[in-house]
């Protein structure tokens, strides 16, 4: 099968190379997808679990990317809940290989039904990003009606979808990012926007929770804005600032079969919108991962039409 390698941390995804490897054999509990669209986080290059194993051992060349969405092809042996031939869409584990390649051996609990009227490449946008959202809000912000909150890069992928589950769950969101971001973040359901290079970030007030993705200076003034007994949340590591006020937690995402079902719901019925900037075949994947210029939103590589 065709799928894209990394063997060298420094080189990041610059060192991305498309070659032939076999196809993967399904463990036990496992399930052979054939991959539709898959997602990929650039910050993957820096997780030790790409280039190491859970015994410390080199994993490398390593198959990169999480989020996929495709069919089943294989259950390996003890597999129950899905079956060959179902539409799925997923999270892979962080230490295994990865959706940018044709097919994928994966856990099938880490995976959820696609409905038929959700196309792959959508589907592929969503679980990084909408579980980060949704367990960053919800699981550990504890977000209820009525509360503010302060989304810094809310025109980004994980972004988009905190801004869009914040507000439907009835919470003011005040969106943070570049200038250039100001009207995409409103477009995504933000009340009002503040740029961070040129508006200063302290007029904003006191807060209920804070989603923090850029972590550094902003997240230490950030921190100084929560109320008591608010929250910051951080993707990006440990949190060096702590909240005087209220509680600061650091996470990282989990796969959730019931959380994918509530987000692919949404999609659905119209709640919830992607932010897809580049869709890109498999072929031109290596390229495709080394944009020349900023990108706009989630990049997908088509693998199978």
Same mark, same amino acid.
């Given at each position: 099968?065709?799928?894209?390698?990394?063997?060298?941390?420094?080189?990041?995804?610059?060192?991305?190379?498309?070659? &032939?490897?076999?196809?993967?054999?399904?463990?036990?509990?496992?399930? !052979?997808?054939?991959?539709?669209?898959?997602?990929?986080?650039?910050? #993957?290059?820096? /997780?030790?679990?790409? /280039?190491?194993?859970?015994?410390?051992?080199?994993?490398?060349?390593?198959?990169?990317?999480?989020?996929?969405?495709?069919?089943? %092809?294989?259950?390996?042996?003890?597999?129950?809940?899905?079956?060959?031939?179902?539409?799925?869409?997923?999270?892979?584990? /962080?230490?295994?290989?990865?959706?940018?390649?044709?097919?994928?051996?994966? #856990?099938?609990?880490?995976?959820?039904?696609?409905?038929?009227?959700?196309?792959? %490449?959508?589907?592929?946008?969503?679980?990084?990003?909408?579980?980060?959202? /949704? +367990?960053?809000?919800? +699981?550990?912000?504890?977000?209820?009606?009525?509360?503010? !909150?302060?989304?810094?890069?809310?025109?980004?992928?994980?972004?988009?979808?905190?801004?869009?589950?914040?507000?439907?769950?009835?919470?003011?969101?005040?969106?943070?990012?570049?200038?250039?971001? =100001?009207?995409?973040?409103?477009?995504?359901?933000?009340?009002?926007?503040?740029?961070?290079?040129?508006?200063?970030? *302290?007029?904003?007030?006191?807060?209920?929770?804070?989603?923090?993705?850029?972590?550094?200076?902003?997240?230490?003034?950030?921190?100084?804005?929560?109320?008591?007994?608010?929250?910051?949340?951080?993707?990006?590591?440990?949190? #060096?600032?702590?909240?005087?006020?209220?509680?600061?937690?650091?996470? !990282?995402? &989990?796969?959730? =079969?019931?959380?994918?079902? *509530?987000?692919?719901?949404?999609?659905?019925?119209?709640?919830?919108?992607?932010?897809?900037?580049?869709?890109?075949?498999?072929?031109?994947?290596?390229?495709?991962?080394?944009?020349? *210029?900023?990108?706009?939103?989630?990049?997908?590589?088509?693998?199978?039409?």
């Amino acid at each position: 099968m065709k799928a894209i390698v990394v063997t060298d941390q420094a080189a990041g995804t610059a060192g991305m190379t498309l070659v &032939e490897r076999p196809e993967p054999q399904p463990a036990i509990n496992d399930v !052979v997808v054939r991959i539709h669209a898959s997602g990929f986080v650039p910050t #993957e290059m820096e /997780w030790p679990s790409t /280039w190491i194993d859970r015994a410390g051992r080199d994993r490398t060349p390593a198959i990169p990317g999480h989020e996929l969405a495709g069919v089943v %092809t294989a259950l390996g042996y003890g597999t129950t809940g899905l079956s060959v031939g179902q539409r799925v869409f997923g999270l892979a584990d /962080w230490h295994r290989d990865g959706t940018l390649a044709e097919y994928v051996a994966i #856990e099938a609990r880490n995976l959820a039904p696609l409905p038929g009227d959700v196309d792959f %490449t959508a589907a592929a946008s969503l679980p990084i990003s909408g579980l980060t959202a /949704w +367990q960053g809000l919800f +699981q550990h912000g504890r977000l209820e009606a009525g509360q503010t !909150v302060l989304a810094h890069g809310a025109a980004g992928a994980v972004g988009t979808m905190v801004t869009q589950l914040a507000r439907e769950a009835g919470a003011y969101v005040i969106g943070t990012g570049r200038a250039a971001d =100001r009207q995409k973040a409103l477009d995504f359901g933000a009340h009002e926007f503040v740029d961070l290079e040129n508006d200063a970030l *302290e007029d904003v007030g006191s807060v209920d929770l804070v989603f923090d993705v850029i972590g550094g200076d902003i997240q230490k003034r950030s921190a100084a804005l929560i109320k008591t007994g608010g929250t910051l949340v951080s993707v990006v590591g440990p949190v #060096e600032a702590k909240a005087v006020a209220g509680l600061a937690v650091d996470f !990282v995402v &989990e796969t959730d =079969r019931a959380e994918l079902g *509530e987000i692919v719901r949404r999609v659905r019925d119209g709640r919830l919108r992607t932010n897809i900037d580049n869709v890109s075949p498999l072929d031109d994947a290596v390229a495709a991962l080394n944009p020349t *210029e900023r990108r706009k939103g989630k990049t997908i590589i088509r693998v199978h039409p």
